[in-house]
């Protein structure tokens, strides 16, 4: 079983004001097999958090700490991370043109595993891993993400979660812009990652429609840069009725 | 006419800083029309064959650009003029100025047995056929080539093959004409590779014929010494295909210039580039497409790639369609990809149009920064840094590569290009 520990994290921005802290002590665990959802409203902090747990260099941490069984992944190269076992699918997936998603998917796997996978068997895997995820054939020879739809992007972020097999997934907004049966294929993918790969899940969602797929252990309400609130999946039908006013009253 | 340049200052990039002003693309910005049918379409387009004095008259229109076979018919160069301006003129070896009288780069012919090479006198008939210089560098190699190399390919050759290595051993100012016929409904690629050291004013035509189609690779693989102006002109005839492609990686100065002339319908011309600029080089490819005559096809695009303190590439891309070239088919692209701090792109597309009645015409120019928002996903997938700046750049570069078609001149060009990228200090 793996670990992964957040620990009092605040982290900053360089604005052109000057520097702003976002994250203002954010705490964490999160246990192989356990699904935490955050929700919170828009501005909260909730993709700082993703994207300073993948390493991208505009978050700086102020304090706090981040660890993968105790391993400190705040040293560690935004490729390191991705080594040890944490992916994270991105709200807003990146276009890189001039780089197929065959060559793409084939070099992150063999940097991953650190060798280079079996041609005949990964072949296989790419497409047995399309075809669950209901993505056509033909993307293996575009540009990685080049001109897909924004449902398009995000399911193919779930199919690199499936191939590199991760130990902790942070999925930022997956189901923002999927059709009602593409959060069902996306949900079945990540159910099934965490079942056979022994994985654990931070799923970053503003809809409780997801949660009826995959069902949350623990769910956490994101305000201001701190987890304001934390419950079970009941948590989630709750904030879904009532919104976010009643912690933002706190707040004023 | 529209113009970018983008020069990258010193600063240290990060990943993520706040937004690096992506890729500018220009929309379709047509020039104004120039419909004075009278206008001196002298320029390489309707000159008639005399090896005279110069004709035309200097205006912004590129069909008032000056031609002639006479050196003294242009003026002393400044570096003010405007296909001179982005030109470091200290650096050109005097190649506007000397007496080319050194030893020309030797020439050496592989490839396909009936594809033929022959030398002929300076005043021999063949000389001029489907070339005028256009600038004073040019007109003084015309000046003091001694002689010419004539490449045949035979009418009706099918699928010929033919490498004519061009390896300069002397830094004396040359001067060197080449000529490459390609006979009617001739099939042929001609390799044109560079190698070694040379101060070079280089006037290279191609006359193809009726039904050819000829596919040249113009590769400036110089040792890092070499200085190499050359213009390179087609005048391709009806029912013909042109494809040109210009790839440049050595040199300290090079400036390629191609231009290409319909002389008949339905023919179709393609141009393509590929420059790699390192610290301190100077790469600068103008071209010319002359759509003189109705219904051709043209297509351009050139790619680049810049890195190190002084790297420095330009980019001119002029397209004249003619009044009488109605049913034209023709759009221009220059893409810049800089990795580095310190280096600079000028980006010049530059489309006039005197007929309405064209099928499409167009032209996009972006300069980019490395984008590190690439990078970051990348290598959130595992992959290590420099392996991440490979695999964009080899991207970006491929599109120019695939269009070479020759496996073995493929290779060695992804080679070069690795080269390239392990030199880099990033
Ligand atoms: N470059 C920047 N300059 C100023 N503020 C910034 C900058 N980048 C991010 N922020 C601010 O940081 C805060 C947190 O943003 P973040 O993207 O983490 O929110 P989020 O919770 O993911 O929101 P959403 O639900 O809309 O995705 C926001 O208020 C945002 O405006
Ligand atoms: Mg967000």
């Not at chain 2, 330009?314 to 049913?327: P, T």
């Not at chain 2, 996009?364 to 920064?369: I, L, Y």
Request: proline letters at 3%.
């Amino acid at each position: 079983m793996s670990t992964l520990e957040i620990k009092d994290l605040h982290v900053s921005i360089d604005t052109e004001q000057g520097e702003k802290e976002i994250l203002k002590g954010v705490s964490l665990v999160i246990n192989t097999n356990e699904t935490h959802a955050i929700m919170g409203p828009n501005g909260s902090g909730k993709s700082t958090l993703a994207s300073t747990i993948a390493g991208h260099p505009r978050y700086k941490v102020t304090s706090g700490s981040i660890t993968l069984d105790g391993a400190d992944v705040l040293e560690m190269s935004v490729d390191e991370r991705a080594k040890a076992g944490l992916f994270l699918a991105m709200q807003y997936p990146v276009e890189v043109p001039g780089v197929t998603m065959t060559n793409f998917l084939r070099t992150a796997k063999t940097a991953i595993d650190g060798e280079a996978p079996k041609l005949r068997t990964w072949t296989k895997d790419v497409k047995e891993a399309m075809a669950k995820l209901k993505i056509d054939a033909d993307f293996a020879s575009r540009n990685v993400n080049e001109g897909f739809s924004g449902g398009e992007k995000k399911r193919v972020e779930i199919l690199q979660m499936e191939l590199f097999k991760p130990k902790f997934s942070i999925l930022d907004e997956t189901d923002s812009g999927l059709d009602v049966d593409a959060l069902k294929t996306v949900s079945e993918g990540v159910n099934r990652a965490q079942e056979e790969n022994q994985m654990g899940t931070l799923l970053i969602t503003h809809y409780t429609r997801i949660l009826r797929y995959i069902k949350p252990d623990f769910v956490h309400v994101f305000v201001d840069g701190r987890i304001a609130e934390q419950g079970g999946a009941e948590l989630a039908d709750r904030l879904e009725e009532e919104g976010y006013d009643r912690f933002l009253n706190v707040q004023a | 006419m529209s113009e970018t340049t983008t020069q990258i200052p010193e600063e240290k990039a990060r990943i993520g800083a706040p937004s690096i002003p992506g890729f500018t693309e220009e929309g379709e910005n047509l020039s104004p029309l120039n419909d004075s049918a009278s206008s001196p379409l002298a320029g390489a387009s309707s000159k008639s064959h005399s090896h005279g004095g110069g004709e035309g008259v200097t205006d912004s229109s590129r069909a008032g650009r000056l031609t002639s076979y006479n050196v003294e018919d242009f003026p002393k160069l400044t570096g003010r003029e405007e296909d001179w301006r982005f030109t470091p003129l200290k650096r050109i070896g005097s190649l506007h100025t000397a007496e080319l009288t050194g030893q020309a780069p030797k020439v050496e012919l592989t490839g396909s047995e009936n594809v033929t090479l022959r030398t002929v006198a300076a005043d021999d008939a063949i000389r001029g056929n489907a070339f005028t210089p256009d600038d004073r560098v040019s007109a003084n190699g015309w000046k003091y080539a001694d002689g010419a190399q004539v490449l045949t390919i035979p009418a009706n050759a099918e699928n010929t093959k033919s490498i004519l290595r061009i390896t300069g051993e002397s830094l004396e100012p040359a001067a060197q004409h080449l000529i490459i016929v390609a006979e009617e409904n001739s099939e042929a690629m001609v390799v044109i590779d560079h190698v070694g050291s040379a101060v070079l004013a280089q006037n290279i035509e191609f006359d193809v014929r009726q039904g050819a189609r000829l596919r040249v690779v113009s590769l400036q693989a110089w040792e890092s010494d070499a200085i190499h102006a050359s213009s390179q002109q087609a005048v391709v005839a009806k029912d013909a295909t042109f494809k040109h492609i210009v790839v440049t990686f050595g040199g300290d100065l090079v400036r390629v210039n191609p231009s290409a002339r319909f002389a008949g319908e339905h023919a179709e011309i393609e141009l393509y580039g590929l420059y790699f600029a390192d610290a301190g080089q100077h790469l600068e490819h103008r071209l010319f497409v002359d759509h003189a005559v109705p219904n051709c096809k043209s297509n351009v695009l050139y790619k680049g790639a810049l890195q190190g303190k002084g790297a420095h590439t330009v980019w001119v891309g002029d397209v004249l369609i003619q009044k009488a070239a109605v049913g034209t088919d023709s759009y221009e692209a220059n893409r810049n990809l800089v990795l580095t701090d310190g280096t600079r792109a000028d980006s010049v597309p530059n489309l006039e149009i005197e007929t309405g009645l064209i099928d499409g015409a167009g032209h996009a120019s972006t300069t980019g920064r490395f984008d590190d928002e690439h990078l970051f996903y990348l290598m959130a997938r595992g992959i290590d840094e420099k392996t991440a700046r490979r695999l964009v750049v080899r991207g970006f570069l491929n599109e120019i590569v695939q269009q070479i078609g020759d496996e073995q001149l493929e290779e060695r060009l992804t080679d070069t290009i690795e080269e390239e990228l392990a030199a880099t200090h990033l």
